[in-house]
């Protein structure tokens, strides 16, 4: 017999009974680490949807936070708000050093209550600071080398920042209700908080199925991914194994996310030794994954100091692919897996990829055909055809019509040219077809789409 069944025993001698809500929420820990700088050193301008912690052990730093100035000396501890651009350099001193904690609450109350602390310094013998500095210290231990060792390293930290946690908790809430005005008093810290939570969740299923066993069925739902047309995948590794228990391991997450959200929804999974992007996009045509993962590693080699290595693993447009595609950037990176034989994605990739690219470039030629394109590529229009249907899930006519229409779109909201006009200038030589096309795709006339927009623009 279940206990919910013996719950309501005795209910006719109770003289009372009290219950407290039932709390579900979740904490986050992001590039904490402790770091020694010289003279001349800096980090420059930048923002996160984090609260930050950062504590000076020896030396002075020099802070902006927004407009404000602040110098921190030894023993000062720093608290910033989420999303507050901020930057840092050393101050008058040989040398500095640091430890720096970034997280996050998923908790409504303790959310609000921690950000309407603001940005604040708070002075050595301060309370805060008094109380968390034993905390920090051990965490400031911990990321040292020889803590690496330790069989019980991952539980000290954990114990640690549940401290320091519950120690920066009670001081939040020991204060007015109305400590100051939060950093973002217009909802954009809520809504910034909101999306990081939504990407650490995404993170955290691209993870779990890399690593996890050959079971896809979660990844045919496409409800619990972001909306995309293509998903693509490569991994970067940096062959100097110091280089991952360093503070720049989490820059260079940070610049994967910052670099490849100009192309769509990222998600970059660490794993040793390298990380993994997998990347949702809603382009017509099949994107350059290659050109974005080459700038990327451009960007990481020129910002990190570091030689950095390039797997590609390609575009799919199923996310239950993205397992094959993981084991293709290792192979490219040589890297000695315990996989299954791979496919070859090689040929039908590269044909549907020209295809593709052939209509995006042409597709004002009224004569585009599935035929013309066929024998441009040498292969039968049935087989080109087939192709298009098991490489991206729909037809020739399909992308045809919705790269036509895209087009259309940004001519009927960017120009004032007529209508017949615009079919011409996509594609279409009879203007009542083109019409009927847009309303199928868009669901409105091109001139009420026109109108819309219009309406929008004032």
Request: net charge negative.
């Amino acid at each position: 017999m279940s206990w919910t069944s013996e719950a309501g025993g005795g209910r006719d001698f109770n003289i009372g009974q009290y219950a407290l809500p039932d709390l579900r929420f979740s904490f986050q820990m992001c590039g904490t680490h402790w770091r020694e700088v010289s003279t001349g050193w800096s980090y420059p301008a930048h923002n996160h949807a984090l609260f930050e912690l950062n504590y000076v052990m020896e030396g002075q730093q020099l802070m902006r936070i927004g407009e404000q100035r602040y110098v921190q000396e030894a023993g000062e501890l720093l608290l910033l708000a989420p999303d507050c651009m901020h930057e840092s350099r050393i101050g008058r001193c040989a040398s500095m050093s640091y430890f720096c904690m970034h997280f996050d609450i998923e908790d409504a109350v303790m959310y609000e209550r921690f950000a309407a602390l603001g940005s604040t310094l708070f002075a050595e013998n301060a309370e805060l600071t008094v109380k968390l500095k034993p905390e920090i210290e051990r965490l400031a231990l911990l990321c040292s080398e020889q803590a690496e060792e330790e069989a019980d390293e991952s539980f000290a930290v954990r114990a640690s920042v549940l401290k320091l946690l519950l120690e920066l908790s009670q001081y939040a809430f020991s204060l007015p209700g109305e400590v100051g005005k939060p950093s973002a008093p217009d909802g954009r810290g809520t809504e910034s908080a909101r999306r990081l939570r939504e990407r650490y969740a995404l993170e955290k299923k691209i993870q779990d199925f890399l690593s996890g066993p050959e079971t896809d069925g979660l990844w045919s739902e496409r409800t619990l991914l972001p909306p995309f047309n293509w998903v693509g995948l490569f991994t970067i590794m940096v062959p100097d194994r110091s280089f991952w228990t360093k503070p720049d391991r989490f820059l260079a997450k940070i610049l994967l996310d910052d670099a490849l959200s100009e192309h769509g929804i990222p998600a970059v999974a660490t794993g040793e030794q390298r990380l993994t992007a997998v990347l949702f996009m809603n382009g017509y045509s099949v994107p350059p994954l290659e050109e974005y993962a080459a700038d990327c590693r451009r960007l990481l080699e020129r910002r990190l100091g570091e030689t950095v290595k390039l797997g590609i693993g390609g575009v799919a447009v199923s996310p239950g692919e993205l397992k094959g595609l993981y084991r293709q950037s290792l192979r490219g990176l040589g890297l000695d897996e315990a996989f299954e034989s791979l496919p070859d994605f090689e040929f039908t990739n590269r044909t549907v990829r020209l295809a593709l690219l052939a209509i995006e470039s042409e597709y004002a030629e009224p004569g585009l055909t599935l035929k013309m394109l066929a024998e441009r590529l040498q292969i039968s229009p049935n087989y080109l055809s087939g192709l298009f249907t098991a490489e991206t899930g729909h037809s020739f006519t399909w992308h045809l019509t919705r790269i036509r229409i895209d087009r259309a779109c940004a001519l009927l909201k960017g120009t004032p040219i007529k209508v017949h006009q615009v079919a011409r200038q996509v594609g279409y030589a009879d203007q009542a077809y083109f019409s009927r096309c847009f309303k199928s795709v868009i669901g409105i006339s091109p001139v009420a789409y026109r109108n819309k927009m219009l309406a929008y623009a004032f």
